[in-house]
């Protein structure tokens, strides 16, 4: 019984730091923020790019809610620097991560597009 216990309140420490996708707020103060909030939150559909597919992007994920649209979070470089696009369309990021060069389709395609939108900050 003890175990049970213990058992079920570290499961339930272990949810108190992921939130569910469809609480996480339409705008970020930063994309650093936004991408430690999705990293955290419990996604439907989850998926990366596999490794040793691109040279220049070291890797990509991503996640979406309703199985149609999510974020896509990607590290590029050897400074190893996080970037995050919003509103991705599944088919998309399909196609990113299938594409002979995952660098030339996202390019093409996502870069620019699927912007993260942040907050104004008054100054």
């Not at 650093?32 to 939150?41: D, F, L, T």
């Not at 040793?52 to 590290?75: F, L, P």
């Not at 995050?84 to 390019?107: C, G, M, R, T």
């Amino acid at each position: 019984m003890k175990t049970v216990f213990i058992c079920l309140l570290l499961a339930s420490q272990l949810n108190s730091y992921s939130q569910d996708c469809k609480g996480l707020p339409s705008k970020y103060s930063s994309s650093s923020e936004a991408i430690n909030r999705v990293k955290n939150s419990t996604f439907i559909l989850k998926d990366k790019l596999p490794e040793d597919k691109s040279q220049k992007i070291v890797s990509a994920n991503y996640y979406s809610c309703d199985g149609e649209y999510g974020y896509m979070v990607y590290v590029i470089g050897k400074r190893a620097r996080s970037y995050i696009h919003a509103q991705v369309p599944k088919n998309i990021w399909l196609e990113f991560k299938n594409a002979a060069s995952s660098e030339a389709y996202y390019d093409s395609n996502i870069r620019d597009k699927y912007k993260l939108e942040l907050k104004q900050t008054n100054l």
